[in-house]
């Protein structure tokens, strides 16, 4: 006999899939369909589907560890857990003062998590050293939009939108693999006729669903970009009276488009001419049509000016602010959108507020009761955050997040979490950086908590605990509670999370991601509530009832977010790479993911199932460079770069650029494709330049020896 089903939703990407969760007589708990939620109506990948193996005693923590005098973790009670944690904090504070403390939080935290968080760190510590993973997702795409519109939210239409339009761009995105039910929208879209452009250095298993796909040499999607832009203008396809009605900065932005003319662009970026003016004509033909990014093109030191460069586009042919037409960042972490909306990043106060508007900081200030210049002022990005470990900032408390696998330059990180003074960890698993911890606290689950996320349409959504946590399991937020408590705050630091979420409605109410005209109640009524989402206004009279706000599916609709309601264009021009090939590195690496794994995988890699579909990394090159290698399908190959060596089999494939290779970034060890990655910065976003690096390739032998030329085998494609 089973249990009533529990609406909930799944725990891994952002496109946040229904399902309904049912718990059998000997506790297993299976998921089954849940046709009713609109996004997925039912469907799931192997990820969400086998989600609750992680649930499972035996593949997670449920005692905390402390780490003993012979420097091995061992099990201890909760209160000896805590206390070494707060006595350490208040220690660190007092020797070194309030930004010596570091919090460092993730996308997959609900929305009350990532609001206690960054009001523990602001409050409780006193630090302005507090941001999180969601920084290595979507940040440009997010500085891009906020520049452009005045306000970003990841889709500024619903899912829905995507089959009605007449054609799709989509660059560096490959959602048949990072989120399998959503491709249903694009195949919806060629069924109506519509057309879909994709754009990516891989002919990945979306590309193949393609209509057109450009495969530009990693790094200069922008370029790409304005040869479009140039084209738009050469051809007569700008929409004039839009631009004159609905934007400004046209002129500066049309005269560095015109710079990029189509052969130099060919040149740049490997995409022929006749390629640059089909993807012009499919995109200009239909009365609709959009862009959607997501971490190709925004993962790169420039990637601010590249999704800028994209939203021009947009913008030149009309085709933002009007019906199934616009930009869009598709979000990447489970609630990546919301985890940056309520003050877990370093620049930002709940409700999207800026850190540094004095109005923003006094009304947040009034509703957590305290003084508004007591909070302290933006502080370091994630990356930089992790670089000054174990200096500037001597102890560091993290949350839902992996950065030992995760981060750029990850061994240079993994050094700087081993130098810090002390280091706490909540978590679910023993993920690899939770193994370097002094103290880590075995936390719940997406099952076993109530919480809300935001998905990448900006749907705020309600997930419901179905099962009850195993034994000596805590959630992040009696976390939170159990420390302010013990670090002198008694009172702001609820452990129920429609109380949290309560709070939360007030602090982001009259803020650009307004949530204080939702609730819980309608949350589960209607399939979750859009933001922005003001509470009403009082009605007149003793017995009239103000009507709640609807919600705002769809964005921009009469004027933009800015001051004056216009779209800016981004007058933004091509450079290189951060790090171009040369003779000693003279090939392009980029990392991205595969369909059986999540992330840094810390929970996938526990389920038997996505482990036997994905057991390990690999490096995926053209047959071209596999043949000077001298290099078989599954041979070990070394990718080496400024920052490391990784070693990994070969995967030998015509669907990827023979100047390129590619490795998936799941997994740690020696297959570990963040030890590669460059850490260099966009100057706006501080996104990390994940997407390309120069790297050289060497066949290694069975006995560890390389094979062949006078740098180890090392050749140019």
């Given at each position: 006999?089973?249990?009533?089903?529990?609406?909930?939703?799944c725990?891994?990407?952002?496109l946040?899939?229904?399902?309904?969760?049912?718990?059998?007589?000997?506790?297993?708990v299976?998921?089954?369909?849940?046709?009713?939620?609109?996004?997925?109506?039912?469907a799931?990948c192997?990820?969400?589907?086998?989600?609750?193996?992680?649930?499972?005693?035996?593949?997670?923590?449920?005692?905390?560890?402390?780490?003993?005098?012979?420097?091995?973790?061992?099990?201890?009670?909760?209160?000896?857990a805590?206390?070494?944690?707060?006595?350490n904090?208040?220690?660190?504070?007092?020797e070194?003062?309030?930004?010596?403390l570091?919090?460092?939080?993730?996308?997959?935290?609900?929305?009350?998590?990532?609001?206690?968080?960054?009001?523990?760190?602001r409050?409780?510590?006193?630090?302005?050293?507090?941001?999180?993973n969601?920084?290595?997702?979507?940040?440009s795409?997010?500085?891009?939009?906020t520049?452009?519109?005045?306000?970003?939210?990841?889709?500024?239409?619903?899912?829905?939108?995507?089959?009605?339009?007449?054609?799709?761009?989509?660059?560096g995105?490959?959602?048949?693999?990072?989120?399998?039910?959503?491709?249903?929208y694009?195949?919806?879209?060629?069924?109506?006729?519509?057309?879909?452009?994709?754009?990516?250095?891989?002919?990945?298993?979306?590309?193949?669903?393609?209509?057109?796909?450009?495969?530009?040499?990693?790094?200069?999607?922008?370029?790409?970009?304005?040869?479009?832009?140039h084209?738009?203008?050469?051809?007569?396809?700008?929409?004039?009276?839009?631009?004159?009605?609905?934007?400004?900065?046209?002129e500066?932005?049309?005269?560095?488009?015109?710079?990029?003319?189509?052969?130099?662009?060919?040149?740049?970026t490997?995409?022929?001419?006749?390629?640059?003016?089909?993807?012009?004509?499919?995109?200009?033909?239909?009365?609709?049509?959009?862009?959607?990014?997501?971490?190709?093109?925004?993962?790169?030191?420039k990637?601010?000016?590249?999704?800028?460069?994209?939203?021009?586009?947009?913008?030149?042919?009309g085709?933002?602010?009007?019906?199934?037409?616009?930009?869009?960042?598709?979000?990447?972490?489970g609630?990546?959108?919301?985890?940056?909306?309520?003050?877990?990043?370093?620049?930002?106060l709940?409700?999207y507020r800026?850190?540094?508007?004095?109005?923003?900081?006094?009304?947040?200030?009034?509703?957590?009761?305290?003084?508004?210049?007591?909070?302290?002022?933006?502080g370091?990005?994630?990356?930089?955050?992790?670089?000054?470990?174990?200096?500037?900032?001597?102890?560091?408390?993290?949350?839902?997040?992996?950065?030992?696998?995760s981060?750029?330059?990850?061994?240079?990180?993994?050094?700087?979490?081993?130098?810090?003074?002390?280091?706490?960890?909540?978590?679910?698993?023993?993920?690899?950086?939770?193994?370097?911890?002094d103290?880590?606290?075995?936390?719940t689950?997406?099952?076993?908590?109530?919480?809300?996320?935001?998905?990448?349409?900006?749907?705020?959504?309600?997930?419901?605990?179905?099962?009850?946590?195993?034994?000596?399991?805590?959630?992040?937020?009696?976390?939170?509670?159990?420390?302010?408590d013990?670090?002198?705050?008694e009172?702001?630091?609820p452990?129920?999370?429609?109380?949290?979420?309560?709070?939360?409605?007030?602090?982001?109410a009259?803020?650009?991601?307004?949530?204080?005209?939702?609730?819980?109640?309608?949350?589960?009524e209607?399939?979750?509530?859009f933001?922005?989402?003001?509470?009403?206004a009082?009605?007149?009279?003793?017995?009239?009832?103000?009507?709640?706000?609807?919600?705002?599916?769809?964005?921009?609709?009469?004027?933009?977010?800015?001051?004056?309601?216009r779209?800016?264009?981004?007058?933004v021009s091509?450079?290189p790479?951060?790090?171009e090939?040369?003779?000693?590195?003279?090939?392009?690496?980029?990392?991205?993911?595969?369909?059986?794994?999540?992330?840094?995988?810390?929970?996938?890699?526990?389920?038997?199932?996505?482990?036997?579909?994905?057991?390990?990394?690999?490096?995926?090159?053209?047959?071209?460079?596999?043949?000077?290698?001298?290099?078989?399908?599954?041979?070990?190959?070394?990718?080496?770069?400024?920052?490391?060596?990784?070693?990994?089999?070969?995967?030998?494939?015509?669907?990827?650029?023979?100047?390129t290779?590619?490795?998936?970034?799941?997994?740690p060890?020696e297959?570990?494709?963040?030890t590669?990655?460059?850490?260099?910065?966009d100057?706006?976003?501080?996104?990390?330049?994940?997407k390309?690096?120069?790297?050289?390739?060497?066949?290694?032998?069975?006995a560890?020896?390389?094979?062949?030329?006078?740098?180890?085998?090392?050749?140019?494609?």
């Amino acid at each position: 006999m089973q249990n009533t089903a529990t609406p909930t939703h799944c725990p891994y990407c952002a496109l946040q899939c229904g399902m309904n969760l049912t718990t059998a007589a000997d506790g297993t708990v299976e998921v089954t369909e849940r046709a009713d939620f609109p996004v997925n109506r039912g469907a799931l990948c192997g990820k969400g589907r086998t989600a609750p193996a992680v649930l499972a005693a035996s593949a997670r923590l449920t005692s905390p560890l402390v780490r003993d005098a012979s420097g091995t973790l061992v099990p201890a009670g909760w209160d000896e857990a805590l206390d070494l944690i707060a006595g350490n904090l208040s220690r660190t504070r007092a020797e070194h003062g309030a930004d010596a403390l570091g919090v460092f939080g993730g996308g997959g935290l609900t929305n009350e998590k990532a609001y206690t968080l960054g009001k523990f760190a602001r409050v409780v510590l006193g630090t302005s050293q507090i941001d999180y993973n969601g920084r290595f997702c979507m940040s440009s795409a997010a500085a891009a939009g906020t520049k452009a519109f005045g306000l970003d939210r990841g889709l500024p239409f619903p899912l829905e939108d995507v089959p009605k339009t007449g054609c799709v761009i989509l660059v560096g995105s490959n959602p048949a693999e990072t989120m399998p039910p959503s491709l249903r929208y694009f195949t919806e879209l060629r069924e109506n006729g519509g057309t879909l452009i994709v754009v990516d250095p891989r002919r990945t298993r979306t590309a193949e669903q393609a209509d057109l796909h450009l495969a530009p040499r990693p790094g200069t999607d922008l370029a790409l970009a304005l040869g479009m832009l140039h084209l738009v203008v050469a051809e007569g396809r700008v929409d004039e009276e839009y631009v004159e009605a609905r934007t400004t900065g046209w002129e500066d932005a049309r005269a560095a488009a015109m710079a990029h003319w189509p052969e130099q662009v060919e040149r740049i970026t490997g995409v022929s001419v006749p390629e640059l003016r089909e993807a012009v004509r499919l995109f200009c033909a239909p009365r609709a049509a959009m862009v959607l990014t997501a971490r190709g093109p925004e993962q790169q030191a420039k990637g601010t000016d590249t999704v800028g460069a994209w939203i021009n586009l947009c913008l030149a042919t009309g085709r933002a602010g009007r019906p199934l037409s616009g930009y869009g960042c598709l979000t990447g972490q489970g609630n990546g959108q919301g985890g940056r909306e309520h003050g877990q990043k370093a620049d930002q106060l709940p409700g999207y507020r800026k850190l540094t508007d004095p109005a923003a900081r006094r009304h947040v200030a009034e509703v957590w009761g305290v003084d508004p210049d007591s909070l302290p002022g933006p502080g370091r990005s994630a990356y930089e955050l992790l670089d000054a470990l174990g200096t500037d900032i001597r102890s560091l408390l993290l949350m839902g997040s992996n950065p030992v696998v995760s981060a750029p330059r990850a061994a240079h990180i993994e050094e700087r979490l081993r130098s810090l003074d002390f280091l706490a960890v909540c978590d679910v698993v023993l993920s690899e950086t939770a193994a370097l911890a002094d103290v880590v606290l075995p936390v719940t689950q997406w099952a076993e908590e109530t919480g809300t996320t935001t998905s990448l349409e900006g749907r705020v959504l309600l997930r419901r605990r179905a099962i009850a946590p195993p034994e000596g399991v805590r959630s992040d937020l009696e976390v939170l509670h159990g420390l302010a408590d013990r670090l002198g705050v008694e009172k702001g630091f609820p452990t129920e999370p429609e109380e949290v979420f309560e709070e939360l409605r007030r602090a982001s109410a009259g803020g650009p991601a307004d949530y204080s005209g939702i609730s819980y109640r309608r949350l589960a009524e209607e399939n979750g509530v859009f933001w922005p989402c003001p509470a009403p206004a009082e009605a007149p009279g003793p017995d009239r009832h103000p009507e709640p706000h609807p919600g705002t599916p769809r964005l921009f609709l009469d004027r933009f977010a800015t001051d004056d309601g216009r779209a800016r264009f981004a007058p933004v021009s091509h450079r290189p790479s951060a790090e171009e090939p040369d003779e000693e590195y003279p090939v392009l690496l980029t990392t991205g993911r595969v369909v059986a794994q999540y992330q840094s995988g810390a929970q996938t890699r526990r389920v038997a199932e996505l482990n036997a579909a994905a057991p390990g990394p690999f490096v995926e090159l053209h047959p071209r460079l596999a043949a000077r290698l001298g290099a078989a399908e599954g041979d070990p190959l070394a990718v080496v770069s400024r920052r490391g060596r990784a070693v990994a089999p070969a995967r030998i494939t015509t669907a990827i650029r023979p100047d390129t290779v590619f490795m998936p970034f799941h997994w740690p060890g020696e297959g570990r494709a963040n030890t590669l990655t460059n850490p260099a910065l966009d100057p706006t976003s501080r996104m990390p330049e994940f997407k390309v690096c120069a790297v050289r390739v060497e066949a290694v032998g069975t006995a560890g020896a390389t094979l062949g030329g006078d740098r180890g085998g090392a050749v140019t494609p």
